[in-house]
């Protein structure tokens, strides 16, 4: 379906640039399409490290799975002060083994050791045989790599976990329904995510936002806004394909979003200087 929205949107001579695709193997699927028909394309969301470097006219405005990794196997070995971790994670997807294989290897150059690997997408995949497995080798920490469509899976795995090993997760399980189904279970566990509504209160975002849709916003909903706004900026300068990706690969060009300055690097993601907040869920339920 990505494909063939492309396929529309390319041919279509007055669209100059997109925001999306969502998931990473929709951008993955999508890109060289839009890079065949030279037309931007900006994902908000898209984060498999595959898309680091994938196209010319692909970009993204969240920072790779490596980044968010990275802050959870440091805060898991650094403040948690734990080292043995089993990852919970769908083979199906690009995004999950992207951020499953960052925190595996992140976690090993902290110190630590991650035991076990469970594949949420098996067929015969039992949430309380695998936390059985993971408690005779040892684990402290359950980090759930899941993402939407095992999502239900993983919220298998935090019902029966009972709140006995920490609970880590990625941004995919940074949705209302984790807390809806999870309850009391889920309330503790630390996800990694890109932009938090209270992590700048310097920025005038979550306001605006807050009286636009009546309710805080996510990340998703931010760093969306932060592509629109890069496209409007890139528009600004030259208003053809061409154009808009020639400005947003410029070394002077930038914005200001929810998230701050806007940028890309030659890959087409935002530099990894940019912070990554460690969200932490405290639920009023």
Request: overall charge positive; cysteine-free.
């Amino acid at each position: 379906m990505a494909k063939q929205i492309a396929s529309n949107l390319v041919s279509n001579s007055e669209v100059l640039g997109v925001v999306g695709p969502n998931t990473s193997d929709s951008t993955l699927g999508a890109g060289t399409i839009y890079t065949s028909g030279q037309l931007v394309a900006i994902s908000p969301t898209s984060t498999s490290v595959k898309i680091s470097n994938f196209s010319r006219y692909v970009f993204r405005t969240v920072p790779s799975d490596f980044m968010a990794a990275r802050s959870l196997a440091n805060y898991m070995v650094k403040t948690l002060q734990k080292k043995n971790a089993v990852v919970f994670f769908n083979s199906q997807s690009n995004y999950s083994q992207s951020l499953k294989s960052e925190f595996v290897s992140s976690v090993s150059l902290e110190g630590g050791q991650v035991s076990s690997e469970f594949d949420l997408s098996k067929a015969d995949f039992s949430a309380a045989k695998s936390l059985e497995q993971a408690t005779k080798q040892g684990a402290e920490v359950l980090m759930l790599a899941a993402n939407t469509e095992t999502l239900d899976k993983a919220l298998q795995v935090i019902q029966i976990n009972q709140k006995k090993l920490t609970l880590l997760a990625g941004d995919d399980v940074y949705t209302a329904k984790t807390l809806e189904i999870g309850r009391e279970q889920a309330v503790g566990m630390v996800l990694a995510v890109p932009w938090h509504i209270d992590s700048d209160p310097k920025s005038d975002f979550p306001q605006k936002s807050r009286q636009l849709w009546g309710g805080d916003v996510s990340w998703r909903s931010a760093l969306s806004y932060d592509a629109t706004l890069a496209l409007i900026a890139a528009l600004g300068r030259n208003p053809t394909r061409l154009g808009v990706q020639q400005a947003l690969l410029s070394s002077d060009f930038s914005t200001t979003g929810a998230s701050g300055t806007i940028r890309f690097l030659a890959s087409g993601e935002p530099p990894k200087g940019r912070s990554y907040a460690n969200a932490m869920h405290q639920s009023n339920l």
